[in-house]
């Protein structure tokens, strides 16, 4: 499974991102299946946990600094996962790189994520 992250680029802080992440290859069906997270990882920082949906869209979950302002979704029939990001901080800047879980739930810890995609690069400029 391949997974590719886009959509980012450079913004003023209140700004708005839209990041996309494309699941494609040989067992791309096993992944619409699975959760699907966010992470995100500061030039020489530890990567952090930022969102997570479940199989089918009906759980999500975010790590603190984000609620309220970012959301997260899925387009199954597309195997495509989306992170829509608002009121954007310069704290937020960082490489974000999508996710497929190991099993159908949205977990935050790395270690549950199986497959990791290329990441895409948000700036967010004071």
């Known amino acids: 499974v391949q997974l590719q992250a886009s959509g980012g680029g450079l913004v003023q802080a209140g700004g708005s991102l839209r990041l996309s992440c494309a699941a494609s290859g040989r067992y791309v069906r096993t992944v619409s299946n699975n959760g699907m997270g966010w992470f995100r990882q500061e030039s020489g920082k530890e990567r952090e946990f930022v969102a997570a949906?479940?199989?089918?869209?009906?759980?999500?979950t975010y790590t603190d600094s984000v609620k309220g302002r970012f959301t997260v979704s899925r387009d199954r029939a597309k195997n495509m996962v989306y992170l829509q990001m608002s009121s954007l901080k310069p704290e937020d800047t960082a490489v974000y790189s999508c996710a497929a879980a190991r099993g159908s739930g949205a977990p935050a810890d790395p270690r549950l994520y199986q497959y990791w995609g290329q990441g895409t690069l948000v700036t967010v400029s004071s």
């Open positions: 949906i479940d199989w089918n869209g009906g759980y999500t």
